[in-house]
């Protein structure tokens, strides 16, 4: 990436400076539009601007490469294509957020800065510490002073503790059944957001795990998003799957948080998992210690 601009560089006339990193690693600018992100803002500062982050206005931010974005969720809408730039900018491992659009004035750049509230954010932005909730000012300020993680694809799992039973066994929520080790082998329920079809079951075999919970991937057609689930019984694997309309494929944290049982195996069914059961409940019952909180 090319050196930024130097601080002492004028900002344009259409970006206000709210904030100056007292470190020297760049600018919080507000603008009113994301077409108001400029050159000067290259790979130094962080740029909220009050447009809709879809994917359009996400080509003119990756092309001026500021350090990170936010913008407004403008209700999200079908196929979530207000917000969609977030990913599309993650691809190109710019932190970016988006403020609810009734926490702020749309078009109002330093208004969003002062008022605007997070509602939703790319992998980048969280590894800089963004969350649901914080203040713009705040997640501004996290992508000033922080960087996102350098990894490989393979290297970004979320791998999260959600519960330990009293003998040290675990549910763990993982983005993908690929992320498993050898430690859950046998051992740990695994919460998971890939499909579960034919495709899966190498990795549901080679990650062994005492139970599993992945997506349905909308079921598809003769039920092809979970054949996996019948075709692991005969290793002994219990597993469910969740509706993929319920919660984020991608996301283990939103498969264990919003995910609904749409399919378990018979294994499964045994140790009490049942179709219609939130997704926590039901890691808890394939650990086998279902009155644990």
């Known amino acids: 990436m090319p050196e930024p601009p130097p601080l002492d560089k004028p900002v344009p006339a259409n970006q206000t400076v709210v904030f100056t990193s007292p470190t020297g690693r760049g600018r919080i ?11 000067s803002n290259r790979g ?27 913008g407004m969720d403008c209700g999200i809408g079908p196929e979530g294509s207000a917000i969609a730039g977030l990913w599309y ?3 190109l491992a710019v932190p970016t957020a988006v403020a609810d659009v009734m926490s702020a004035r749309l078009g109002d750049g330093v208004h969003l800065y002062r008022h605007g509230v997070i509602s939703h954010f790319n992998q980048p932005a969280a590894d800089c510490g963004v969350r649901a909730g914080m203040a713009v000012a705040a997640a501004a300020r996290a992508m000033l002073e922080n960087d996102p993680a350098a990894a490989g694809a393979d290297e970004i799992t979320n791998r999260t503790v959600m519960h330990t039973a009293r003998d040290g066994r675990q549910v763990i929520a993982t983005d993908s059944i690929a992320f498993a080790l050898e430690a859950d082998r046998g051992r740990n329920v695994l919460v998971t957001a ?24 909308g079921r598809g057609m ?6 996996g689930l019948f075709i692991v019984e005969a290793d002994g694997l219990a597993g469910a799957t969740v509706d993929a309309r319920r919660a984020r494929m991608g996301s283990g944290l939103s498969h264990y948080h919003d995910g609904i049982i749409s399919a378990a195996n018979a294994l499964a069914a045994a140790r009490g998992v049942a179709v219609g059961m939130p997704c926590a409940e039901a890691a808890l019952a394939l650990l086998g210690q279902p009155d644990e909180s």
């Open 194 to 217: 890939g499909h579960t079809g034919r495709s899966a079951v190498p990795y549901l075999r080679r990650a062994s795990a005492w139970g599993f919970i992945c997506s349905d991937g």
């Open 44 to 70: 130094r500062d962080v740029c909220v601007n009050s447009s809709y982050c879809g994917v359009l206005p996400a080509r003119f931010i990756a092309e001026a490469a500021p350090r990170g974005a936010i």
């Open 222 to 227: 003769d039920d092809s998003g979970m054949t």
């Open 89 to 91: 900018l993650e691809a």
């Open 29 to 39: 600018c507000a603008m009113d539009s994301a077409y108001h992100v400029d050159p």
